[in-house]
């Protein structure tokens, strides 16, 4: 089986359509390419108690969560009271991220920025050597910024941690549509039940109708069902394989 | 107070990072245009029960709620299943879209299209006279399909029965950071506390460092708080209001 992730972005700016979230697809692209598997992404408001609730449900379902949005110093960065009240602790000031404040602003360290300290009781700091500001993670919980090159840039410090069998994938284009084509998939099921299956039409290519994704962490399973499924097909209908 | 609204984007392809979903982006810029609150978005995987349990949630949170996926005829099309579930009804052939789809597919309507003729049982069908295939609802649920082209003609039939009172929005570019403009945004909503009120850093934008937007559904309030808080800010702060 593979580990398994949830993300929860926080977020009113996406909710209310002023913008259209990056980090999401960003980290679904990464996880997958380092072998776990995204099961949920949820988008919530910078609310204390919608935080609390999702994180807690999150933290029970997967084995990594990582959090996107509401660390800076404004009233509407509240992700580390939700993670906090999620895993009932509560929020403290992380000396080693005072001190980084405080070599950064100088003797400009008002309340405000001194918000960027405050971290879950018990929290510990990854990749504080590689990084300017460390990424901060409680348990399962990894809590990083909803600024896409900062994002990207912890992820990157800490993404080897994540690694483990890859997926293998196989794509058949056909030229057939998804109405002949749902016979052939639901008997491939039936010989490979474990096998992930996917059906993505397509209706404005001129070459293929459908995109068949077959995926398995065995790659011999899914050598197998991919010549089984190009075999079954009818003649002329497959376009390519990938 | 204004209606709210739930997404549920239903399938694996977003979560697996193949491709990146643009529906819910959209639906949240239309909602809010209409005046409506988008409080969640989820993505959760082509699973009956995980779609069961999470339109059931949604159904009870808020006031609309838009499936997006899993509707067409192969065996990772599962949505009007999930719905059923959710709701506690059977899935049921609906005679209009049969005859649709026999209209469509004349002697070829074999069993995997006719699944596309499924709804859940009681549902209703909407815009039935300008979709070639009309919108399917059953209570506050309206099931529309992952393909943006047809999610968005689908959106486009119906979405005056969505509309109310607008949000009214004011966007105000500040040259101080966050931390300088945290206080005078937290005196702000002492004086206005029901402001939607959003901070946005901005890195690498040479004139302005965040913008700052104000937003409620009574103009009045709107600006007398913009006019206030205009006022307050350090002199030479404002780089432009819209």
Same mark, same amino acid.
């Given at each position: 089986?593979?580990?398994?992730?949830?993300?929860?972005?926080?977020?009113?700016?996406?909710? !209310?359509?002023?913008?259209?979230?990056? %980090? +999401? $697809?960003? &980290?679904?692209?990464?996880?997958?390419?380092? @072998?776990? *598997?995204?099961?949920?992404?949820?988008?919530?408001?910078?609310?204390?108690?919608?935080?609390?609730?999702?994180?807690?449900?999150?933290?029970?379902?997967?084995?990594?969560?990582?959090?996107?949005?509401?660390?800076?110093?404004?009233?509407?960065?509240?992700?580390?009271?939700?993670?906090?009240?999620?895993?009932?602790?509560?929020?403290?000031?992380?000396?080693?991220?005072?001190?980084?404040?405080? !070599?950064?602003?100088?003797?400009?360290? %008002? +309340? $405000?920025? &001194?918000?960027?300290?405050?971290?879950?009781? @018990?929290? *510990?700091?990854?990749?504080?050597?590689?990084?300017?500001?460390?990424?901060?993670?409680?348990?399962?919980?990894?809590?990083?910024?909803?600024?896409?090159?900062?994002?990207?840039?912890?992820?990157?410090?800490?993404?080897?941690?994540?690694?483990?069998?890859?997926?293998?994938?196989?794509?058949?284009?056909?030229?057939?549509?998804?109405?002949?084509?749902?016979?052939?998939?639901?008997?491939?099921?039936?010989?490979?039940?474990?096998?992930?299956?996917?059906?993505?039409?397509?209706?404005?290519?001129?070459?293929?109708?459908?995109?068949?994704?077959?995926?398995?962490?065995?790659?011999?399973?899914?050598?197998?069902?991919?010549?089984?499924?190009?075999?079954?097909?009818?003649?002329?209908?497959?376009?390519?394989?990938?």
């Amino acid at each position: 089986m593979a580990k398994t992730a949830g993300i929860v972005l926080i977020g009113n700016e996406i909710l !209310s359509g002023k913008i259209s979230d990056a %980090n +999401a $697809a960003y &980290l679904c692209r990464e996880l997958r390419a380092l @072998g776990v *598997e995204v099961r949920k992404i949820s988008v919530i408001p910078d609310e204390v108690e919608a935080i609390a609730r999702e994180v807690a449900r999150f933290v029970a379902g997967y084995d990594y969560v990582f959090t996107s949005g509401g660390v800076g110093p404004t009233h509407d960065d509240v992700t580390i009271d939700g993670v906090s009240r999620a895993l009932g602790v509560a929020v403290a000031r992380h000396p080693r991220l005072v001190a980084l404040l405080e !070599s950064f602003y100088k003797g400009k360290l %008002n +309340a $405000a920025r &001194l918000k960027m300290a405050e971290v879950p009781e @018990g929290s *510990e700091l990854l990749a504080a050597d590689s990084l300017i500001f460390p990424v901060i993670v409680i348990g399962n919980v990894y809590i990083l910024p909803g600024v896409p090159e900062i994002f990207r840039q912890k992820f990157e410090a800490i993404k080897e941690r994540f690694r483990e069998q890859p997926f293998f994938l196989r794509s058949v284009f056909v030229r057939i549509g998804e109405g002949t084509l749902a016979d052939f998939l639901n008997d491939l099921l039936k010989a490979y039940p474990l096998l992930m299956l996917g059906s993505y039409p397509e209706f404005s290519h001129p070459d293929y109708k459908v995109k068949v994704t077959l995926e398995s962490k065995d790659r011999e399973y899914l050598d197998h069902a991919l010549a089984e499924f190009v075999d079954r097909l009818p003649q002329d209908a497959v376009v390519r394989v990938e």
